[in-house]
Each structure stands twice: as C-alpha cells, then as structure tokens.
C-alpha cells in the first residue's frame, strides 16, 4: 500500500471516530432514529468525506442494514442500538460500530467489546482468520453468551465496503493468511439468543449490481446517477430524490440493476450488540484507523 492510499484510509478512519464520538451521546430514550441518521452522514459530509453506507441504526434483535425510511417516525426506547457508520475518502473506506446500551444489558455489550479487543492484539501479517474467530468465539462464550456465527468480519477496498477476506466470529478449522497491506473490518455479534441470523422482510439499503439497460426514463437516470455517485456503495431509498424515485427504484430492482440489504436479525428473537473497528495490516502488527484519538 503506498503512503497516499494509506492516508487516505487513515483520515476516513479520524473522520469516522470523531463523528461516532459527537452521535454516541444523541441516542437516548425520544430522540427520533430518523434524526440521528441524519445528523451521522451530514457530519461526515461536512467534513469532507461521504458515507461508505448509509447509517445503520439496528435495534435489539436486528443485528445489521437497518436504516431509517424516509418517513421513519420511530424514536428510541430501551433498546439496544447498535450504530454501524462507514466513511470513505476517494473510496477509500473505514467501517466502524458501537452498541449504545439503554435495555439493561451492559455484560452482552461488554461482551462484543471484549472479544473485539482480543482479536486486534493478535492481528499481523501470518495471522490467520481462523485465529481471529477463535479469539473471539472464546471472549463471547466466556461471558455467556454466543457470537453470531453466520456474521462475519469483512475486507475492504476501494468502492468495495465487503471484500475478501470474511473474518469469522467462530473457530474454524482453514482460514486466511493475512498478509501486510490488508484492510479489514473485525466486527464481532454477542447474542443471548441463538447465534444466528436470517434476513427479515424488511430494507431500505440497496446497491448497483450492473448497468443493465432499462426502459423507463425516470429509471435510466436514477441508474446513472447511482452509477455515478455510490458505484458499488450501498445507498438508503431516502437518499433518493424527484418525484418518481420509488417508482424508478421499483423498477431497477425488477431488471436486475440493483439488489436489497435486507435487515438480519437473530432468528429468536433475542438481543445482539455489536463493537467493530478497521484495521490495516502493517509490516508489525495492525493499526486501528478507527480509534478515537
């Protein structure tokens, strides 16, 4: 990696753990979700960056890709928010995620946060993925708990917010080598459930699948302009604009253009929390661009 990508993934990480460290304290019992997504993707604008992916905002049993709806009147209660934000710098992107406890449950935030502290003191080049799913299978269980197994970590590159390698939150028996130059999001799940996930019918986050011709004017221009401005981002409906945005959508997703994100969430219904960081694997070790500083 030369030095100018890498500090371009190092401001996309400072940018990332400001605005985690000023959207924290906003989510209280009351506050609109609606409000809060907004506030996280206009500071990260304002900074001079954009958001690798819409705000997530994911509530108790949902572990992930919920994001409000243009129209979202739902506000906190006692819940257990997870909010996962991304940011990008010329494509380059930092992935990060806090659990913002208000049910009563710190241990199983604790958990997730535990476990990701594990796996960065042993990140490295020779490190293996299945290490890291050891290190943090070990942390989860040792509170009582289980990781969501069917959740894993991810790579990322550039346009790319989900890449090669999948880091599991599980042991497993073969993984990847990691190697220097790797950039990887470490995202452990905590559940006092099941540990696993399945997709909900619900989803307001979408993204480009291919340029495929499509007839409806309204449609060919949304299809240019998400081409254009997200690439192969995932982008929120309600970033959406005009008249005929839903009707365009509808109709990019019928040719195959774009395709869902829909929520997961664990299959019993039980609660999830969530800590993430992004790392960069250097010659020694890993630096965690998204610690606050």
Excluded at 66 to 81: C, H, I, K, L
Excluded at 97 to 114: M, N, P, Q
Excluded at 201 to 222: C, D, F, H, K, W
């Amino acid at each position: 990696m030369d030095a100018e990508v890498l500090e371009k993934y190092r401001r996309a990480g400072t940018i990332l753990a400001e605005v985690l460290v000023q959207a924290g304290p906003r989510v209280e019992p009351g506050i609109s979700l609606l409000d809060v997504a907004n506030f996280v993707e206009d500071l990260i604008r304002s900074k001079g960056a954009k958001p690798a992916f819409p705000c997530n905002i994911s509530l108790d049993r949902n572990a992930a890709h919920y994001t409000p709806s243009p129209q979202d009147a739902s506000r906190f209660g006692e819940n257990m928010v997870k909010l996962d934000v991304g940011v990008h710098v010329d494509g380059y992107i930092a992935d990060s995620a806090i659990t913002i406890d208000l049910s009563g449950h710190d241990k199983l935030v604790e958990a997730s946060r535990v476990a990701l502290q594990a796996a960065l003191e042993i990140i490295g080049p020779g490190t293996s993925t299945a290490q890291i799913g050891e290190v943090i299978e070990e942390a989860i269980t040792g509170y009582g708990y289980k990781p969501v197994y069917n959740l894993t970590g991810h790579g990322l590159s550039r346009y790319l917010a989900h890449d090669e390698p999948a880091v599991p939150n599980k042991a497993m028996e073969k993984g990847t080598i990691l190697k220097e130059g790797d950039v990887i999001a470490i995202e452990p799940f905590a559940t006092n459930g099941s540990g696993r996930i399945s997709e909900a019918q619900i989803n307001e986050i979408y993204g480009l699948s291919s340029m495929r011709p499509v007839r409806l004017p309204a449609a060919r221009t949304l299809l240019k302009e998400i081409s254009q401005e997200y690439r192969t981002l995932p982008f929120a409906r309600r970033w959406l604009k005009g008249e005929r945005a839903d009707y365009a959508l509808m109709q990019l997703l019928r040719s195959g253009s774009v395709h869902r994100y829909p929520v997961l969430w664990e299959v019993e219904g039980a609660l999830v929390s969530q800590a993430e960081h992004t790392v960069v694997v250097l010659e020694k070790g890993c630096e965690v661009i998204t610690r606050p500083i």
